[in-house]
């Protein structure tokens, strides 16, 4: 019954810095990324019996930074970026740091012709020791593997 009471949560990171650097071919790929925990906010909630309210965005923000991810900055950097065969898609390998955290992680990016990077990369938080957040005597809580979605555009020259 809990269950569908629950809402599978959108959040956008409103703040944060990215750099590319783009050489010939993907060889020459390298990407950084730093985002401010606390500028993680919740666009909508999927599901669930009702909808969020205002409220519930607003304590679900404060869980976050109190609760969750503390107010460290969340950072990726890439170590390898490999082109797949057919030249649309990316293998990225990097360290992601969450909560003080640093560990390895690899995504597949598809690569648009006007420079979009779109993928996902799953995120277990106990491999980060984040432990998934419970609420109302477990009646509410967040799978341990969340998706974080990538879709960016790289400048064009």
């Known amino acids: ?14 703040g944060w810095e990215a ?3 783009i050489g010939e071919g993907t060889a020459g790929w390298a990407f950084t990324l730093e985002a401010d925990p606390r500028s993680l906010h919740v666009r909508e909630g999927l599901g669930g019996v009702k909808p969020l309210t205002d409220g ?9 930074e109190a609760k969750v991810l503390g107010t460290r900055p969340i950072a990726f950097r890439s170590t390898a970026v490999r082109p797949a065969d057919d030249g649309t898609r990316v293998e990225v390998e990097g360290e992601l740091t969450l909560a003080g ?17 779109t993928g996902s990369i799953p995120v277990t938080q106990s491999a980060w020791e984040i432990r998934p957040y419970r609420g109302l005597l477990g009646a509410l809580k967040v799978r341990d593997e ?3 979605v990538v879709d960016v555009r790289l400048p064009t020259a």
């Open 1 to 14: 019954m809990a269950a569908k009471a629950g809402h599978d949560l959108v959040i956008d990171v409103t």
């Open 19 to 21: 750099s590319a650097e």
């Open 56 to 64: 519930d965005r607003a304590d679900i923000h404060r869980t976050i």
């Open 101 to 117: 955290r640093t560990l390895p992680v690899e995504a597949t990016l598809a690569v648009a012709p006007d420079g979009r990077l």
């Open 146 to 148: 969340v998706e974080v």
